[in-house]
């Protein structure tokens, strides 16, 4: 059977992720049974869209439950030594995009946590990639969508 793919974690990921999935068998599931049973006391089933609703919700938590619990079964945290000033996995990076002529911070993670939205870019990503190993003051270039991107690492931190 082949090996499952190793999820890598920050110490802040995994306690995120910890802590999702102890609300949700704590609370969330609590709370969709009590709806449940509400719903189940209106009488016919058949045409009650809030019991209807209620077991939809039951299932998407499940099946969240069963996603965070293989996430943390295959879990590796990071903890690489710090070197100052070279990227690694869970560094604060924080970079001139030469391209675009403006400064851009990301935080280095596994592809578990990426979220572009908050700035957490992936290790995996063409970005991540061609940072990891880069010193303050290198130049990196990654090839984006019809162009080549450049960023100039400005300053690394450990998160």
């Known amino acids: 059977m082949a090996e499952a793919k190793k999820n890598i974690l920050t110490q802040e990921g995994l306690k995120t992720l910890e802590d999702e999935l102890q609300d949700l068998k704590v609370v969330k599931r609590k709370e969709v049974a009590q709806k449940i049973k509400e719903a189940r006391e209106q009488g016919d089933l058949s045409e009650n869209a809030e019991y209807d609703a209620a077991k939809d919700e039951q299932r998407d938590i499940e099946a969240r439950i069963e996603e965070l619990e293989q996430i ?3 879990a590796e945290v990071i903890d690489e030594e710090f070197q ?3 990227i690694s996995l869970g560094c604060l990076v924080k970079l001139e995009d030469l391209t675009f002529k403006e400064e851009v ?3 280095i993670v596994g592809s578990t946590e990426a979220d572009i939205l908050n700035n957490k870019i992936s290790n995996e990503a063409p970005i991540g990639k061609a940072l990891l190993g880069a010193k303050i003051g290198d ?7 019809g162009q080549v991107n450049q960023y100039k690492v400005l300053d690394v931190k450990r998160k």
């Open 72 to 74: 943390l079964k295959n």
């Open 105 to 107: 911070t990301y935080h």
């Open 84 to 86: 100052h000033g070279v």
């Open 139 to 145: 130049v990196v270039e990654v090839e984006g969508v």
